[in-house]
């Protein structure tokens, strides 16, 4: 099935952190040994937190690219921006995560480790499987004349 771009990115984060939020909510009652009353909304919380830096991030990322006039993303400049995302998503969960459970931040940081580790094989998986039933626009067949 093939869609518009702007309606395969809507659909994309929107099955992608609905998903993701049941999810991490069983992931966290476990690391944190609460019930789904106490995880979920911060599951939904790490998940808006997520969004929203996901745009400011790229959206300051891409413009210091355009300074430095970076026309290829090279391994070395997608790793930059992979550690940078990532960092400051920890740097956002941490703190969120001693307030909510009352734990220490080594407790805080094994949580985000842990949740860190799912989403990297989540994030694969989940990609991988939208791309089979969601194709690309230009990886779709194009029409036959009649």
Same mark, same amino acid.
């Given at each position: 099935m093939t869609l518009s771009p702007l309606k395969r990115r809507l659909i994309y984060v929107t099955a992608f952190e609905i998903i993701a939020i049941i999810l991490s909510t069983l992931i966290l009652m476990k690391l944190s040994h609460s019930d789904a009353s106490e995880s979920l909304p911060?599951?939904?919380m790490m998940s808006v937190a997520a969004v929203v830096w996901n745009f400011i991030y790229n959206t300051a990322f891409e413009a210091w690219e355009r300074r430095r006039r970076i026309v290829r993303r090279t391994l070395w400049i997608r790793s930059v921006h992979a550690f940078g995302f990532e960092g400051g998503l920890v740097l956002i969960c941490l703190p969120l995560y001693m307030i909510w459970y009352d734990v220490g931040l080594v407790k805080a940081f094994m949580m985000e480790v842990a949740l860190l580790l799912f989403f990297?094989?989540? $994030?694969? $998986?989940f990609t991988l499987i939208f791309d089979k039933i969601f194709t690309l626009p230009h990886h779709s067949k194009p029409a036959t004349a009649s």
């Open positions: 911060i599951a939904v990297l094989v989540y $994030t694969f $998986t």
